[in-house]
């Protein structure tokens, strides 16, 4: 069992940066996979990025990356995601989320947070 908690959303306006972090509970958390979602109003949920256990491996949504870092401290049980050049269509409420194994399919997913809030104006 893991509990997600998020933190760092915000408002902000088109072109800054937010860092979103996610804070895990538990003694397992190098076992699971890490990934931030996002879902905007009447929309899907999506993914944005993911990491391996370790950290070595990563994924990105084609239309953030390069704009959008995801990290992981274990020791802190903590997985970040630095949102760089942010746009207004970045707006929605973003989720950190646990999977046993690293992968981009929102059914690996097993454990979720409760999301936090990430505005962009224009």
């Known amino acids: 069992q893991v509990q997600l908690v998020e933190s760092g959303g915000g408002l902000v306006q088109a072109g800054g940066s937010l860092r979103l972090s996610c804070a895990a509970s538990g003694r397992t958390f190098t076992t699971y996979a890490m990934g931030w979602f996002r879902q905007a109003p009447g929309k899907e949920r999506e993914i944005v990025a993911a990491v391996s256990g370790s950290g070595s491996g990563k994924y990105y949504k084609d239309s953030v990356r390069g704009r959008f870092a995801i990290s992981r401290d274990n020791p802190k049980n903590t997985v970040y995601l630095q949102m760089d050049s942010l746009k207004p269509e970045d707006t929605a409420v973003y989720y950190c989320?646990?999977?046993?194994?690293?992968?981009?399919?929102?059914?690996?997913?097993?454990?979720w947070g409760q999301g936090t809030q990430v505005t962009v104006s224009s």
């Open positions: 989320a646990a999977a046993d194994s690293f992968s981009n399919d929102y059914s690996s997913y097993l454990y």
